[in-house]
């Protein structure tokens, strides 16, 4: 779901908002095509489209098969790992680390970009992870991975030639130099890799060579981005990826973070995909500002997609948005045994298992509300605001009892229980602001959960800290998933209504 905009009309960053990390890009013709990293949830690598490089629609998921991805071991902020994109002799490739077990690096390719993928080609060689693809002048293809180091693959076949090179590991003083993209601009070869660390110190920096292989002079100017001991409302920018448009001109997208409340200020959000510009003094990139308010583009806006707000479950499949937790087998999670419904069937315990039966979407308002009508008259489950296995807040019904339960770290509380009448119920989320007066010490917002009363009053049954949901406390690289969860029986969902509250 885009921003919402400005009051002008003028688009705004993030261009995607929640947890849309580690994006990649590349052209077709006048089309650009973004993906982003999904770690433990499934279907994995969503995938994006737009003509302006503001609004974006997802297309679908690279890896919406369960034989292109196995997460069954994966740990939270495991899984999926930063893909690369790219669109090469007319063919489109994207190259990604699944860090669960029996991963790896994977390449999957496809003409058409809305899919099918193809079934994932295995690069068993492949050291490390974030690993980049480049084509040269003779179709050479070449992968980069973190830490700077390179080796010849044969992306049809995974096969990797040789053994890998180092080309350029960042700065002497830079932490983690990764994501590295590498590109064939004018008459030099480009290196630009993020260092820093994915957190507040995060950066983007860059070198170039006369060759892919290097050697690779860094600018002067590095780091070209970082928001680092600033304090701009956008931090840990850094993981980017460079794109010209057909006018010419060239841009950035990268990940950052709008961290909340006091200090050290907390990101409940996931790190969302930011646009810059890009221009070019010296034969070295200045990028401009990763500003909220987006500069004029020098090109008409294109409609913003549709606003998913409200699921009927009247598909015989999920819309591409929904997210599973690390799968989505259709005995425990299906739209047909009960047409116009949801049905999850529970497998193992509650959200602290790591297979819950769990299907959620990204949040991606700083402010929202979440809503959903459930029947759980023949098990339990309900509403969630999930970060991972050790932090959510959940609102559970089972049979005519109704429950709030925290989970924070190795803490697992009841906070409220209420009776409710036999037969479905609207269980609801409202995060809003944290209530006045605000200080060092107060947190990002707070999140209301409660019940929705047939005349559509919403009664709270526990309203919690949200700092306890952020990125800063449970760690890790993903941010909030808002959704429905089975946790014994089956449990069935006639709607659920996703409404932005920012203003
Ligand atoms: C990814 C690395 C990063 O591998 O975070 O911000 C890691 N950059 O490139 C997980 O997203």
């Given at each position: 779901m885009p921003p919402l905009p400005q009051p002008d009309g003028r688009p705004t960053n993030p261009?995607?908002?929640?947890?849309?990390?580690?994006p990649s890009i590349c052209r077709a013709g006048d089309d650009y095509y973004l993906a982003c990293s999904s770690f433990?949830?499934?279907?994995?690598v969503p995938l994006f489209h737009s003509r302006d490089l503001v609004h974006w629609t997802q297309?679908?998921?690279?890896?919406?098969r369960p034989e292109q991805l196995?997460?069954?071991?994966?740990?939270?902020?495991?899984?999926?790992y930063d893909p690369t994109l790219r669109h090469h002799d007319g063919r489109f490739w994207l190259i990604v680390t699944n860090?669960?077990?029996?991963?790896g690096n994977l390449i999957v390719t496809a003409?058409?970009?809305?899919?099918?993928w193809s079934d994932p080609i295995p690069a068993p060689d492949l050291p490390g992870i974030d690993p980049d693809l480049v084509w040269d002048e003779d179709g050479t293809c070449w992968c980069t991975v973190a830490g700077g180091r390179q080796v010849r693959i044969d992306p049809s076949t995974g096969r990797t030639y040789g053994t890998p090179r180092t080309l350029w590991a960042g700065g002497?003083?830079?932490?983690?130099?990764?994501a590295p993209h590498l590109y064939r601009i004018g008459a030099y070869w480009y290196l630009l890799i993020a260092e820093g660390?994915?957190?507040?110190?995060h950066g983007v920096s860059i070198a170039r060579g006369h060759s892919p292989a290097g050697p690779f002079e860094p600018c002067?100017?590095?780091?070209?981005?970082s928001h680092r001991?600033?304090?701009?409302?956008?931090?840990?920018?850094g993981h980017a990826d460079l794109v010209q448009g057909p006018d010419g001109s060239w841009w950035m997208v990268l990940l950052g973070v709008r961290p909340g409340g006091g200090t050290p200020g907390w990101h409940v959000l996931g790190r969302e995909t930011f646009l810059a510009p890009v221009t070019w003094v010296d034969g070295w990139p200045v990028v401009g500002e990763v500003a909220?308010?987006?500069?004029?583009?020098?090109w008409p806006l294109s409609p913003g997609p549709?606003?998913?707000?409200?699921?009927?479950?009247?598909?015989?499949g999920l819309r591409p948005s929904w997210i599973s937790l690390r799968d989505r087998p259709a005995e425990h999670c299906?739209?047909?045994?009960?047409?116009g419904w949801l049905t999850l069937r529970a497998r193992?315990?509650?959200?602290?298992?790591?297979?819950?039966?769990f299907t959620g979407r990204r949040r991606q308002h700083l402010s929202c509300r979440a809503r959903t009508l459930v029947d759980a008259a023949e098990g339990g489950g309900g509403l969630a605001v999930r970060l991972d296995e050790r932090h959510h807040y959940a609102i559970e019904v089972s049979g005519t009892e109704v429950r709030v339960i925290a989970r924070v770290g190795s803490l697992r509380t009841v906070v409220a229980e209420q009776a409710v009448p036999a037969g479905p119920v609207v269980l609801a989320v409202t995060v809003t602001d944290?209530?006045?007066?605000?200080?060092?010490?107060?947190?990002p917002d707070v999140v209301s959960l409660g019940v929705e009363r047939s005349d559509g009053t919403f009664t709270a049954l526990a309203t919690l800290d949200?700092?306890?949901?952020?990125t800063e406390v449970a760690g890790g690289f993903t941010g909030r998933v808002i959704g429905m969860y089975a946790a014994a029986g089956t449990v069935h969902f006639d709607w659920f209504d996703y409404e932005p509250l920012d203003s």
């Open positions: 261009v995607l908002t929640g947890l849309h990390p580690d433990e949830y499934f279907p994995g297309i679908g998921n690279a890896l919406d196995p997460l069954s071991a994966a740990w939270s902020s495991g899984g999926i860090c669960g077990e029996g991963g003409t058409d970009p809305a899919g099918p002497p003083d830079a932490k983690a130099p990764e660390g994915t957190e507040r110190g002067p100017a590095n780091p070209v981005l001991g600033t304090d701009h409302p956008v931090q840990n920018t909220l308010d987006l500069p004029e583009l020098p549709v606003e998913e707000r409200r699921d009927d479950f009247e598909l015989a299906t739209t047909k045994e009960r047409p193992g315990g509650s959200l602290d298992e790591p297979d819950v039966v944290p209530p006045a007066p605000h200080g060092p010490c107060t947190g949200g700092r306890y949901l952020s």
